[in-house]
């Protein structure tokens, strides 16, 4: 299988501030970018979503960047709160319906 | 929303037995189901994609022997690991996607810790 990295980078951040966790994709035909939340021993939870032909996305608390010239995605969240504190993982995909994901970031949340 | 399960969502086995995993989609039916291992502290990684009525593609490096998938319905996919040894040990996590609700979006089961003793 495909993915980027074998280690976790980690973010510490204040409750209360804003959080903002980077990744680097790989493919440029991806078209279409989801980031996950998962805490320990769970699955993967669906964030927010980014189409290759947007830039921003904006959900609840949460923002997705996209940079496709520099293959980068950025994922901001507001106001950043103890439950924030898990796993999370950008992911791709380039429309043949495989999703690949990146190597993940775990934020610890500060209270 | 969708809900994908998993069974069991742990086990434990001996080496050299087999290890079936299901992953069923609860409230749609899903033509495509994919198969993920994730190692401690380690990003998912993909291991085949799974289509209903048809045999599995599998990644690059992954025994389609070892790991046989089986597709036999619109809400059933299962992993069987055979001849489970103890670097099999992982978390297996499967997702199904739905071809017609919210534009082909996946969704994650809740995994299954394998461990093989």
């Known amino acids: 299988g495909e993915s980027v990295g074998l280690h976790l980078p980690t973010l510490s951040v204040q409750e209360g501030d804003n959080s903002i966790i980077n990744c680097a994709y790989s493919?440029?035909?991806?078209?279409?970018f989801i980031w996950y939340k998962q805490e320990s021993g769970k699955g993967p939870q669906f964030i927010i979503d980014?189409?290759?032909?947007?830039d921003k996305r904006q959900g609840q608390r949460v923002t997705v960047l996209l940079n496709k010239t520099v293959k980068h995605l950025s994922l901001q969240i507001a106001a950043t709160q103890p439950g924030d504190s898990a796993v999370y993982f950008c992911a791709e995909n380039t429309g043949g319906f495989k999703t690949i994901f990146g190597a993940g970031t775990r934020l610890f949340v500060k209270a | 929303g969708a809900v994908v399960s998993q069974h069991p969502s742990w086990v434990i086995c001996k080496s050299g037995t087999s290890v079936k995993i299901e992953c069923r989609s609860l409230d749609f039916q899903a033509t495509t189901m994919f198969w993920y291992r994730q190692f401690p502290k380690q990003s998912l990684m993909l291991m085949a994609t799974?289509?209903?009525?048809?045999?599995?593609?599998?990644e690059q490096g992954v025994e389609k022997d070892k790991f046989l998938i089986n597709h036999a319905s619109l809400t059933l996919s299962t992993l069987t690991v055979t001849s489970a040894h103890p670097e099999d040990s992982s978390f297996y996590i499967c997702s199904a996607r739905d071809p017609i609700g919210r534009g082909g979006e996946q969704y994650f089961g809740p995994g299954t810790r394998l461990t093989v003793t």
């Open positions: 799974s289509n209903e009525g048809s045999k599995a593609t599998y």
């Open positions: 493919n440029s035909a991806s078209d279409y």
């Open positions: 980014i189409r290759s032909n947007m």
